[in-house]
């Protein structure tokens, strides 16, 4: 006689490890940026649940990490697309990878002394509003170069990659 | 006395969820002790606000451990993501042993880039956080036997 479990994921489970591969890998960055992140480290809790209630709608297209630099010039700039899969892929797990920003991070040296951050979130349709978020445009990525930074994290239903323009 | 607990993460429950577990888990076992103020191990746990829970979040704790030394407990905490979480315990209550904690506890939190320079920062000034690997286990086994030499017990025993 054997026995066995199964766990099954729901989309819940997908949108919360996504939520949290994305806070993690851009407070990775500003730290390896040397821009001061005690903001986004206080608001950990709200932003974070914001997102994963994003991702969990499926109305999250891209969050976007924007430095703002003392004289007036946004970048580098940071998106963090999300893919929705249409149907959950039951037996897929969950898998994440720090590395490629690790790396980047080792070569991007930093950003002026005073250089600040924000985040912006992009949707594609609909979306519920969430606490400590309002309207916001994004900067203009017009004449910066971009460069995959590859998948940092997927689930069964869903993945999210970073991109860097500077 | 040597333990070690794997704490459920992210999606089990978020990073910060489960990074405030270890956080509670921490606090009731330390302040069990009558050598440690209650009150004062929160403050210095505050310290690693947003860090603790992007560390957990980003599954750089899957397999690198905190550390609690607080003579004679050694315990070790993991907090693992993906699909072992959901195989993982939950924090759990007080850490056995915890009622003989001491006074000058301290907590090893490993370097973990691009995260080190950020840990280092909010580990300055305080007397009970650090950043790095903690003391050697076999050295604390040494001390608290009473200066036997548990390694060369262990070479006789395999040579018998």
């Known amino acids: ?166 | 006395m040597n333990r070690s607990r794997r704490i459920a993460g992210t999606p089990v429950r978020s990073g910060f969820d489960s990074w405030a577990a270890l956080v509670d888990v921490l606090t009731a076992s330390l302040e069990t002790s009558p050598n440690i103020p209650t009150g004062t191990v929160p403050p210095e746990l505050a310290r690693l606000d947003g860090l603790g829970p992007a560390l957990a979040g980003g599954g750089h704790l899957d397999t690198t451990a905190i550390v609690l030394v607080a003579d004679p407990l050694h315990v070790s905490f993991t907090i693992v993501t993906g699909g072992a979480a959901f195989d993982a315990d939950d924090a759990g209550t007080i850490v056995p042993g915890s009622a003989s904690a001491a006074a000058d506890w301290r907590l090893y939190v490993p370097k973990v880039d691009p995260f080190t320079p950020a840990l280092e920062a909010a580990a300055k000034g305080s007397g009970h956080l650090q950043i790095g690997n903690p003391p050697d286990v076999k050295k604390n086994e040494r001390a608290a036997s009473g200066g036997i030499d548990l390694d060369m017990i262990r070479r006789l025993a395999a040579s018998s």
Request: include cysteine; glycine fraction near 10%; aromatic fraction near 8%.
């Open chain 1, 1 to 166: 006689m054997s026995t066995t479990s199964t766990t099954t994921y729901t989309f819940t489970h997908t949108a919360t490890f996504l939520a949290d591969v994305i806070m993690s890998n851009m407070l990775g960055i500003l730290t390896a940026l040397s821009i001061d992140s005690t903001r986004l480290r206080s608001g950990w809790q709200r932003d974070l649940s914001a997102i994963a209630a994003w991702i969990g709608e499926r109305s999250l297209a891209k969050v976007v990490l924007e430095c703002q630099q003392p004289n007036g010039t946004t970048s580098p700039i940071f998106e963090f697309p999300v893919r929705y899969e249409s149907t959950g892929k039951g037996d897929e797990s969950f898998v994440k990878d720090n590395a490629a920003i690790a790396r980047w991070s080792v070569k991007i040296g930093s950003v002026p002394a005073g250089t600040t951050f924000r985040l912006v979130c992009t949707h594609s349709g609909a979306y519920t509003p969430q606490p400590g978020w309002s309207e916001a445009n994004r900067a203009s990525t017009a004449g910066l170069a971009s460069r995959s930074l590859g998948t940092i994290g997927s689930g069964p239903h869903g993945s999210a990659s970073a991109i860097v323009y500077s």
